[in-house]
């Protein structure tokens, strides 16, 4: 469908990355999310940046596929670069763009923190990019296990997302076929004002809501008839195991996240 | 006498008191392995007779007896391990993910350890003729493939009875037949009871039996041969009849003496070929 965007779109393939148990893959992200803010000199960004660049070769997902879908990051990360070479008044004038001065600190703040950016979105797709949704659902519901404690609806959260995958197709088919109906009647969704546009989408809207309640009360009656009564004594099918790959990756992580401390100033 | 693996004992229901009987005073049974089509016009009362089945609705008066047990909130989870069902809408019970997911579904609720899903998933794919797909999301599948899975994941559980709640309804002719094909592919394999609910007679005749309903009532039952012979009582129950019977009927009253009722094309040519050497 709309291939500009690719956070969200999985590619498959075998590699290291993709084999990872997505709870790793998760657990990893996350805490490089964090660590990245960590980071605050020239050897300690170019720890970072060596790792995030070995990740994404590993995957061996085409690189002008990857940089095809960041195109609408670059935008914020250019804008992002900009306004930090704007607000930031530290160090030296540099050189003035129409008796405008440029700090060497502004430039210095706008590289770290555009880099910061970039290594952040790069390393969350890479996340989608390997991983099908079904396996981060899966993930989700074994790293939430333990919030069954305090009655968090673990299971439903997750096998209502996984319905939600499910169905996300199912109605975009629904859409298409209700749009086209619409404007078999007349409904113009394509030119004239924006205003008239956005009237335009209610007939879309009312159709498919209303398709959509008839659908989850059928798909209940279904999944009672198939014997559902929530997710005790419940068996998967699907399993997550982590294994030797797993640990040697949580290792080499730690080993940067040691690495960036050291680097530090 | 065979053994009863159904049965309804005076069987009332409505939705709500305001409303009128949905059912009224249903009476019947069904043995094990056999294959039962009811079948009866929109509103007749054939897919309630489905849902209080396997307790997704509940009668105001009667008995449902299952397997010898009644069917009541205390014993449907029970009565639900014997009783798989498939809906009229194949995208609206495609509860996984994958194919594979979808067949697990059933199992999985039942606690299968993860060992037995896997062969029963490979299993009852290749008996439906799916196992070309088992990592294929629904939306990559057709109408009638869909509904072949929905079949599988009945089957995985192994239940007494299978009722299909007006399956091929949505299907076009290719899906229809496949169903009716993998019907009886899975017959051959197993010991199980049929339990067909349809609008279309053209279902009916490969059924050992056939239930009408009308206006909430049984109003014949019958072998699918005895039934077609009944035309005007189909007709008053606001059914269509199928264009064979119709033909019959025609060449009946224009004096032509038929052996038997014929159900199909085929039958209806071998009688018609044969009449005059019967002569």
Do not use: C
């Amino acid at each position: 469908m709309n291939n500009a965007f690719i956070v969200g779109q999985y590619v498959p393939g075998e590699s290291m990355i993709h084999r990872l148990d997505p709870r790793s893959k998760m657990v990893i992200i996350f805490l490089f999310v964090i660590v990245v803010f960590l980071a605050n000199s020239v050897w300690s960004y170019g720890l970072l940046t060596i790792f995030t660049v070995l990740t994404t070769l590993s995957t061996r997902i085409p690189l002008s596929y990857i940089a095809k879908g960041l195109t609408p990051v670059w935008l914020l990360i250019v804008f992002t670069f900009i306004l930090q070479l704007v607000v930031t008044k530290e160090g030296a004038v540099l050189f003035q763009i129409i008796s405008y001065p440029i700090y060497s600190g502004g430039v210095a703040q706008g590289a770290a923190i555009s880099l910061r950016f970039f290594l952040l979105i790069l390393v969350t797709s890479l996340l989608t990019l390997t991983t099908t949704p079904l396996e981060i659902t899966d993930a989700i519901e074994s790293l939430l296990h333990p919030l069954k404690r305090i009655k968090f609806p673990v299971h439903e959260l997750a096998l209502m997302m996984s319905i939600s995958l499910r169905f996300i197709p199912t109605l975009m088919q629904e859409t298409e076929k209700i749009s086209k109906a619409q404007a078999s009647r007349g409904v113009d969704f394509k030119s004239g004002p924006i205003k008239n546009r956005i009237q335009a989408i209610i007939p879309l809207l009312v159709p498919l809501f209303v398709s959509a309640f008839k659908r989850a009360e059928e798909l209940a009656m279904a999944m009672e008839a198939r014997g559902y009564q929530g997710g005790d004594g419940r068996t998967k099918l699907r399993e997550l195991r982590i294994e030797g790959i797993d640990y040697l990756a949580i290792s080499v992580f730690f080993l940067i996240v040691i690495g960036l401390f050291l680097t530090r100033v | 006498m065979e053994k009863r693996i159904v049965t309804f004992r005076n069987v009332s229901f409505r939705y709500r008191e305001s409303l009128p009987w949905v059912l009224n005073n249903v009476s019947f049974s069904i043995n094990a392995d056999e294959w039962v089509a009811i079948i009866g016009h929109n509103g007749s009362g054939k897919s309630t007779i489905a849902k209080l089945m396997n307790g997704l609705l509940t009668p105001q008066e009667g008995e449902i007896l299952v397997n010898g047990t009644p069917v009541t909130p205390e014993t449907i989870w029970e009565i639900r391990k014997n009783i798989g069902m498939v809906f009229q809408n194949p995208d609206n019970q495609f509860v996984g993910t994958t194919v594979q997911d979808d067949v697990a579904f059933g199992l999985e609720n039942r606690g299968f350890p993860r060992k037995e899903m896997v062969k029963r998933i490979k299993q009852t794919l290749l008996q439906v003729g799916m196992e070309a797909y088992t990592l294929h999301e629904p939306h990559r599948l057709s109408g009638g493939q869909k509904q072949r899975v929905a079949i599988a994941g009945v089957l995985a559980i192994a239940p007494q009875v299978i009722i299909l709640d007006e399956a091929t309804a949505m299907l076009d002719p290719r899906g229809r037949l496949e169903i009716m094909e993998t019907m009886h592919h899975v017959k051959e394999q197993h010991n199980v009871s049929f339990i067909m609910i349809t609008h279309d007679l053209k279902e009916v005749v490969r059924a050992d039996r056939v239930i009408v309903m009308s206006e909430g009532k049984v109003v014949e039952i019958a072998p699918p041969r005895d039934i077609f012979a009944k035309k005007e009582k189909l007709q008053q129950s606001g059914l269509d009849i199928p264009f064979v019977a119709k033909l019959v009927d025609e060449l009946t009253k224009l004096g032509t003496k038929l052996s038997k009722e014929p159900l199909n094309h085929d039958e209806l040519l071998e009688e018609l070929w044969t009449l005059y050497l019967k002569r």
